[in-house]
Nanobody, 115 residues
Framework: QVQLVESGGGLVQPGGSLRLSCAASGFTLDYYTIGWFRQAPENQREFVARVSGGGTTDYADSVKGRFSISRDKAQNTVYLQMNNLKPNDTAVYYC?????????WGQGTQVTVST
């Protein structure tokens, strides 16, 4: 079964860190562009970060300098390291794998930043 599974979300205080994982099964992530998006209640889904098959990374301005995306080919997993988290980072975070016309979304993981 082809799927992406996110994990690593949770409740964290402002200034804290989390590392999200996006694990693929049923296919190899190597040549895919992998993106992270997030959606807060009553908001549209928005771009957070992406890494291309060649390793080029890109970030939304709101997370630059705080978030870092990386691949582990051996684990067939992409990570999103999130540091210095803020309350407005609270959202459901989704990963997506894109290769040509193929688009595969994960089910999402909740991140809540609150005291």
């Amino acid at each position: 079964q082809v799927q992406l599974v996110e994990s690593g979300g949770g409740l964290v205080q402002p200034g804290g860190s989390l590392r999200l994982s996006c694990a693929a099964s049923g296919f190899t992530l190597d040549y895919y562009t992998i993106g992270w998006f997030r959606q807060a209640p009553e908001n549209q889904r928005e771009f957070v970060a992406r890494v291309s098959g060649g390793g080029t990374t890109d970030y939304a301005d709101s997370v630059k300098g705080r978030f870092s995306i990386s691949r582990d080919k051996a684990q067939n997993t992409v990570y999103l390291q999130m540091n210095n988290l803020k309350p407005n980072d609270t959202a459901v975070y989704y990963c997506v794998a894109v290769l040509g016309a193929t688009v595969i979304w994960g089910q999402g993981t909740q991140v809540t930043v609150s005291t």
